[in-house]
T-cell receptor
Framework: AQSVTQLDSHVSVSEGTPVLLRCNYS??????LFWYVQHPNKGLQLLLKYTSAATLVKGINGFEAEFKKSETSFHLTKPSAHMSDAAEYFC???????????????FGKGTKLSVKP | DAGVIQSPRHEVTEMGQEVTLRCKPISGHNSLFWYRQTMMRGLELLIYFNNNVPIDDSGMPEDRFSAKMPNASFSTLKIQPSEPRDSAVYFC??????????????FGNGTRLTVT
């Protein structure tokens, strides 16, 4: 069985300071992992994806995430927050093969990121 | 790439009326998903299709909800009769599914439904 836990429902940072959004997963298989961002009144947009290639994955807008199998984590980071990063972020886990319930996609409950001037 | 296209963007209707939401997936994608998002419950999967066939509809709330995918380029989600508790943002998403690699989901911009 798979699951994903986003440890913080809300994170607040000051502009220019680092961002850390935490995600832990549980999977019977070597998973694929994704981070999505949702700005207000918009759909979810893919930030980055891990699919068993390099463990450090770079995404759009300066975000990156590191897959750590020993810690079953896939935390999202950015060195310096920008006001435009304020949004909700979702971590998603899926096994490498398709099929099954939920389409194999398990969404975390989301982390709202606030950026203070 | 036009992305996933949903219509309408906003829908306001009265309780008891029929509502139809529409989705055009990205060309070449063979899986289509309908999600509902509310403040209280977050993002919920309602139903998903592979190659136009419904695979898992366990998330459909009740018989008032139905979804169809008559061909690879079009899907509808219908609510009949609608109720105020159906008010939410409904997202359609598509992906290319198969083989040993799952491509990510691509989401539309959603339909904001308000039932009064």
């Amino acid at each position: 069985a798979q699951s994903v836990t986003q440890l913080d429902s809300h994170v607040s940072v000051s502009e220019g300071t680092p961002v850390l959004l935490r995600c832990n997963y549980s999977s019977s298989y070597s998973p694929s992992l994704f981070w999505y961002v949702q700005h207000p009144n918009k759909g979810l947009q893919l930030l980055l994806k891990y699919t068993s290639a390099a463990t450090l994955v770079k995404g759009i807008n300066g975000f990156e995430a590191e897959f750590k199998k020993s810690e079953t984590s896939f935390h999202l980071t950015k060195p310096s927050a920008h006001m435009s990063d304020a949004a909700e972020y979702f971590c998603v886990v899926t096994p490498p093969h398709y099929g099954g319930s939920q389409g194999n996609l398990i969404f975390g409950k989301g982390t709202k990121l606030s950026v203070k001037p | 790439d036009a992305g996933v296209i949903q219509s309408p963007r906003h829908e306001v209707t009265e309780m008891g009326q029929e509502v139809t939401l529409r989705c055009k997936p990205i060309s070449g994608h063979n899986s289509l998903f309908w999600y509902r998002q509310t403040m209280m419950r977050g993002l919920e999967l309602l139903i998903y299709f592979n190659n136009n066939v419904p695979i898992d509809d366990s998330g459909m709330p009740e018989d008032r909800f139905s979804a169809k995918m008559p061909n690879a380029s079009f899907s509808t989600l219908k609510i009949q009769p609608s109720e105020p508790r159906d008010s939410a943002v409904y997202f359609c998403a598509s992906r290319r599914q198969g083989g040993s690699y799952n491509s990510p989901l691509h989401f539309g911009n959603g339909t904001r439904l308000t039932v009064t």
